[in-house]
């Protein structure tokens, strides 16, 4: 690239030379969305370049390094042999269609009795109707996420209700992501995606 252009190559619709000219479609604004991008995370982009020669991309993002505490959480459970969860009822607070259908189905195999709801708003209405003995909870939901309804459900009136078991659902699966949970009330928490041989365990402890 010329010298010229390297100063507005960050510049949206910037192309130093037209689709006609090189033959390539394109509308000049992937370098802005990358440099933009690269802002957010307080990283600078560098570009060298001489024409003939080549074209060479600095980036420079600024990370921590990871602590042991900042590790991926999963629960640590032994195993938990001949424990029955024939007929327990699990009110499954979950939006995605394909994770409630893997759910379900190999939940049932174990005798669990599901009933999904698809936002906080509707696990706090059937909350008020029916009994469960544990809520399996996704953190990102629509209208009133995982958290907000968990502090709902902790402040209702019906004390058995208000203090039902709920392990969080969620792919963000970071230690502070499991603090976060258990600050609202939540008892447990299980990364997706979910593993059978730690859910088992998990709902057998609080079953």
Do not use: W
Not at 4 to 25: A, V
Not at 41 to 63: A, W, Y
Not at 138 to 144: A, C, G, K, R, V
Not at 165 to 194: C, H, S, W, Y
């Amino acid at each position: 690239m010329s010298e010229e252009f390297q100063k507005h190559i960050f510049d949206s619709f910037s192309r130093e030379r037209s689709s006609s000219d090189s033959g390539i479609e394109g509308t000049g604004l992937g370098m802005g969305i990358a440099k933009k991008l690269i802002d957010l995370m307080n990283g600078t982009i560098k570009v060298e370049s001489q024409l003939g020669k080549g074209t060479r991309f600095t980036v420079k993002i600024p990370s921590k390094i990871s602590q042991k505490e900042d590790i991926l959480y999963q629960p640590s459970l032994e195993p938990i042999e001949n424990r029955n969860l024939n007929n327990k009822k699990i009110l499954l607070f979950e939006d995605n269609d394909f994770n409630v259908e893997i759910i379900i189905e190999l939940l049932k195999e174990k005798g669990l009795y599901l009933e999904r709801v698809a936002n906080g708003i509707e696990c706090l209405d059937i909350l008020k109707e029916k009994d469960y003995d544990l809520i399996l909870m996704d953190i990102q939901m629509p209208l009133m996420n995982g958290y907000d309804t968990t502090i709902a459900i902790r402040k209702l009136t019906d004390q058995q209700k208000a203090q039902i078991p709920i392990i969080a659902l969620t792919a963000n699966a970071f230690a502070e992501d499991r603090q976060k949970a258990l600050a609202v009330g939540m008892n447990d928490f299980i990364a997706k995606p979910i593993d059978l041989q730690i859910l088992l365990p998990l709902l057998a402890k609080y079953l």
